[in-house]
Protein backbone atom coordinates (compact mmCIF):
# COMPACT_ATOMS: atom_id res chain seq x y z
CA UNK A 1 0.00 0.00 0.00
CA UNK A 2 1.43 3.71 -1.05
CA UNK A 3 -0.08 4.71 2.85
CA UNK A 4 -1.55 8.01 2.80
CA UNK A 5 -1.13 10.39 -0.02
CA UNK A 6 -1.61 13.92 -0.07
CA UNK A 7 -1.44 17.14 -2.51
CA UNK A 8 -0.05 19.17 -3.20
CA UNK A 9 2.73 18.77 -0.81
CA UNK A 10 3.75 22.53 -1.16
CA UNK A 11 1.40 25.44 -1.66
CA UNK A 12 1.55 29.32 -2.12
CA UNK A 13 -0.88 31.22 -2.41
CA UNK A 14 -1.43 34.88 -1.89
CA UNK A 15 -3.98 35.90 1.20
CA UNK A 16 -8.13 35.87 -0.02
CA UNK A 17 -7.60 33.41 -2.42
CA UNK A 18 -8.85 30.04 -1.96
CA UNK A 19 -6.74 26.82 -1.46
CA UNK A 20 -8.17 23.13 -1.60
CA UNK A 21 -5.51 20.38 -0.12
CA UNK A 22 -6.28 16.31 -1.18
CA UNK A 23 -5.79 13.23 0.79
CA UNK A 24 -6.30 9.78 0.09
CA UNK A 25 -6.65 7.31 2.89
CA UNK A 26 -5.72 4.05 3.30
CA UNK A 27 -7.87 1.85 1.43
CA UNK A 28 -9.57 -0.45 4.12
CA UNK A 29 -9.26 2.91 6.70
CA UNK A 30 -12.54 3.89 8.12
CA UNK A 31 -11.42 7.08 10.05
CA UNK A 32 -9.49 10.33 8.33
CA UNK A 33 -8.39 13.26 9.95
CA UNK A 34 -6.85 16.34 8.98
CA UNK A 35 -4.73 18.01 11.42
CA UNK A 36 -2.72 21.19 11.66
CA UNK A 37 1.00 21.64 12.64
CA UNK A 38 2.20 24.92 13.78
CA UNK A 39 5.35 26.29 16.25
CA UNK A 40 2.94 27.67 19.04
CA UNK A 41 0.04 25.08 19.24
CA UNK A 42 1.65 21.61 17.79
CA UNK A 43 -0.84 18.78 16.14
CA UNK A 44 -3.85 20.71 16.16
CA UNK A 45 -7.03 18.39 14.71
CA UNK A 46 -9.64 20.39 12.67
CA UNK A 47 -12.19 17.47 12.06
CA UNK A 48 -12.35 13.51 11.91
CA UNK A 49 -14.54 11.34 9.33
CA UNK A 50 -15.52 8.03 10.17
CA UNK A 51 -17.28 5.98 7.21
CA UNK A 52 -17.35 9.28 5.63
CA UNK A 53 -19.45 11.15 7.97
CA UNK A 54 -17.79 14.08 9.92
CA UNK A 55 -17.97 13.06 13.49
CA UNK A 56 -16.38 16.29 15.37
CA UNK A 57 -15.35 19.25 13.10
CA UNK A 58 -14.66 21.46 16.75
CA UNK A 59 -11.35 22.37 15.77
CA UNK A 60 -12.11 24.34 12.52
CA UNK A 61 -10.80 27.66 13.34
CA UNK A 62 -13.20 29.55 11.78
CA UNK A 63 -16.06 29.42 8.64
CA UNK A 64 -13.13 29.82 6.43
CA UNK A 65 -12.26 25.98 6.80
CA UNK A 66 -14.60 22.90 5.85
CA UNK A 67 -13.76 19.78 4.79
CA UNK A 68 -15.53 16.94 2.46
CA UNK A 69 -14.96 13.12 1.98
CA UNK A 70 -17.59 12.71 -0.45
CA UNK A 71 -16.62 8.82 -0.93
CA UNK A 72 -13.94 6.09 1.27
CA UNK A 73 -11.38 7.07 -1.19
CA UNK A 74 -10.66 10.72 -0.89
CA UNK A 75 -11.29 13.96 0.82
CA UNK A 76 -10.48 17.68 0.44
CA UNK A 77 -9.84 20.43 3.90
CA UNK A 78 -10.73 23.96 1.99
CA UNK A 79 -9.75 27.66 2.91
CA UNK A 80 -11.74 30.24 1.25
CA UNK A 81 -10.47 32.67 2.09
CA UNK A 82 -6.99 32.08 2.80
CA UNK A 83 -4.83 34.47 5.59
CA UNK A 84 -1.65 34.38 6.64
CA UNK A 85 -2.01 33.31 9.78
CA UNK A 86 -3.63 29.50 8.29
CA UNK A 87 0.35 29.03 7.03
CA UNK A 88 1.35 26.13 8.64
CA UNK A 89 1.69 22.22 7.91
CA UNK A 90 -1.46 20.51 7.02
CA UNK A 91 -1.48 16.44 8.15
CA UNK A 92 -4.25 13.98 6.61
CA UNK A 93 -4.01 10.73 8.45
CA UNK A 94 -6.40 7.54 8.43
CA UNK A 95 -6.92 4.57 10.72
CA UNK A 96 -8.33 1.05 10.94
CA UNK A 97 -9.39 1.43 14.39
CA UNK A 98 -8.75 4.45 17.42
CA UNK A 99 -5.56 2.93 18.05
CA UNK A 100 -3.05 4.10 15.34
CA UNK A 101 -3.14 6.85 12.74
CA UNK A 102 -1.18 6.86 9.98
CA UNK A 103 -0.15 9.89 8.49
CA UNK A 104 -0.03 11.43 5.45
CA UNK A 105 3.44 13.31 4.30
CA UNK A 106 1.85 16.83 5.04
CA UNK A 107 0.90 19.33 2.95
CA UNK A 108 2.59 22.88 3.84
CA UNK A 109 1.04 26.01 2.93
CA UNK A 110 2.05 29.37 3.35
CA UNK A 111 -0.51 32.52 2.98
CA UNK A 112 1.25 35.48 1.76
CA UNK B 1 -6.46 24.46 26.99
CA UNK B 2 -3.58 22.41 26.56
CA UNK B 3 -4.43 18.56 27.52
CA UNK B 4 -1.52 16.99 26.92
CA UNK B 5 1.69 18.88 27.97
CA UNK B 6 5.04 18.56 26.55
CA UNK B 7 7.25 20.84 28.59
CA UNK B 8 10.46 20.55 27.34
CA UNK B 9 10.76 21.59 23.73
CA UNK B 10 14.32 19.60 23.20
CA UNK B 11 16.64 17.00 24.75
CA UNK B 12 20.17 16.49 23.25
CA UNK B 13 22.08 13.22 24.49
CA UNK B 14 24.44 11.09 23.24
CA UNK B 15 24.68 7.93 21.30
CA UNK B 16 24.78 5.25 23.45
CA UNK B 17 22.97 7.16 26.92
CA UNK B 18 19.38 6.67 27.57
CA UNK B 19 16.88 9.34 25.90
CA UNK B 20 13.69 10.39 28.57
CA UNK B 21 10.82 12.19 26.93
CA UNK B 22 8.10 13.36 29.87
CA UNK B 23 4.40 14.25 28.72
CA UNK B 24 1.53 14.96 31.19
CA UNK B 25 -2.10 15.05 30.51
CA UNK B 26 -4.66 16.47 32.59
CA UNK B 27 -7.94 15.30 31.42
CA UNK B 28 -8.64 12.14 33.82
CA UNK B 29 -10.74 10.55 31.11
CA UNK B 30 -7.29 9.10 28.97
CA UNK B 31 -7.17 6.04 28.45
CA UNK B 32 -4.49 5.65 26.17
CA UNK B 33 -2.12 6.93 25.00
CA UNK B 34 0.91 6.94 22.30
CA UNK B 35 4.05 8.43 20.77
CA UNK B 36 4.55 9.27 17.51
CA UNK B 37 7.84 10.18 15.94
CA UNK B 38 8.47 12.42 12.96
CA UNK B 39 10.79 13.37 10.36
CA UNK B 40 11.47 16.35 8.58
CA UNK B 41 9.34 16.91 5.82
CA UNK B 42 7.65 13.70 6.76
CA UNK B 43 4.49 12.99 8.49
CA UNK B 44 4.38 11.70 11.89
CA UNK B 45 4.45 7.94 12.78
CA UNK B 46 3.32 5.24 15.40
CA UNK B 47 5.98 4.33 17.52
CA UNK B 48 4.43 2.79 20.78
CA UNK B 49 1.67 2.74 22.84
CA UNK B 50 0.34 2.31 26.11
CA UNK B 51 -3.75 1.20 27.61
CA UNK B 52 -4.42 2.75 30.71
CA UNK B 53 -4.84 -0.56 32.22
CA UNK B 54 -0.94 -1.23 32.05
CA UNK B 55 2.19 0.64 33.65
CA UNK B 56 4.86 -0.50 31.02
CA UNK B 57 4.93 -1.62 27.64
CA UNK B 58 8.72 -2.76 26.04
CA UNK B 59 9.30 -2.93 22.28
CA UNK B 60 12.89 -3.40 21.64
CA UNK B 61 14.81 -0.29 22.61
CA UNK B 62 11.46 1.57 23.28
CA UNK B 63 9.89 1.39 26.90
CA UNK B 64 6.88 3.79 27.58
CA UNK B 65 5.70 3.53 31.43
CA UNK B 66 2.57 5.34 32.71
CA UNK B 67 1.95 6.79 36.02
CA UNK B 68 -1.98 7.45 36.41
CA UNK B 69 -1.68 8.76 39.72
CA UNK B 70 -0.01 11.76 38.46
CA UNK B 71 -1.26 11.78 34.75
CA UNK B 72 2.78 11.21 33.70
CA UNK B 73 4.14 9.01 30.86
CA UNK B 74 7.43 8.95 30.00
CA UNK B 75 9.07 7.35 26.72
CA UNK B 76 12.76 5.52 27.28
CA UNK B 77 15.00 5.05 24.78
CA UNK B 78 17.54 2.64 25.25
CA UNK B 79 20.10 2.76 23.62
CA UNK B 80 20.34 5.59 22.01
CA UNK B 81 21.00 6.11 18.58
CA UNK B 82 21.49 8.91 16.08
CA UNK B 83 18.76 7.63 13.78
CA UNK B 84 16.88 8.35 16.70
CA UNK B 85 16.90 12.28 16.26
CA UNK B 86 13.25 13.42 15.31
CA UNK B 87 10.43 15.16 17.00
CA UNK B 88 8.73 12.74 19.27
CA UNK B 89 5.10 13.67 20.30
CA UNK B 90 3.04 12.36 22.81
CA UNK B 91 -0.83 11.71 22.22
CA UNK B 92 -4.06 10.71 24.31
CA UNK B 93 -7.14 9.12 23.88
CA UNK B 94 -10.81 9.20 25.44
CA UNK B 95 -12.00 5.87 24.61
CA UNK B 96 -14.95 5.46 26.22
CA UNK B 97 -15.89 9.00 27.65
CA UNK B 98 -18.87 8.96 24.64
CA UNK B 99 -20.06 11.60 22.35
CA UNK B 100 -16.96 12.47 19.28
CA UNK B 101 -13.91 11.05 21.41
CA UNK B 102 -13.74 7.75 20.13
CA UNK B 103 -11.61 7.48 17.93
CA UNK B 104 -9.84 11.24 18.68
CA UNK B 105 -6.20 11.87 19.36
CA UNK B 106 -5.13 14.56 21.40
CA UNK B 107 -1.40 15.77 20.81
CA UNK B 108 1.18 17.37 22.71
CA UNK B 109 3.24 19.70 21.18
CA UNK B 110 6.38 17.86 20.67
CA UNK B 111 9.84 17.59 21.83
CA UNK B 112 12.84 17.39 19.83
CA UNK B 113 15.44 14.67 20.35
CA UNK B 114 18.68 15.38 19.04
CA UNK B 115 21.24 12.41 19.94
CA UNK B 116 24.84 13.08 18.98
CA UNK B 117 27.07 10.75 17.80
Known amino acids: DAGVIQSPRHEVTEMGQEVTLRCKPISGHDYLFWYRQTMMRGLELLIY????????DSGMPEDRFSAKMPNASFSTLKIQPSEPRDSAVYFCASAKTYNEQFFGPGTRLTVL | DQQVKQNSPSLSVQEGRISILNCDYT??????FLWYKKYPAEGPTFLIS?????DKNEDGRFTVFLNKSAKHLSLHIVPSQPGDSAVYFCAASARYAGGTSYGKLTFGQGTILTVHP
Open chain 1, 49 to 56: FNNNVPID
Open chain 2, 50 to 54: ISSIK
Open chain 2, 27 to 32: NSMFDY
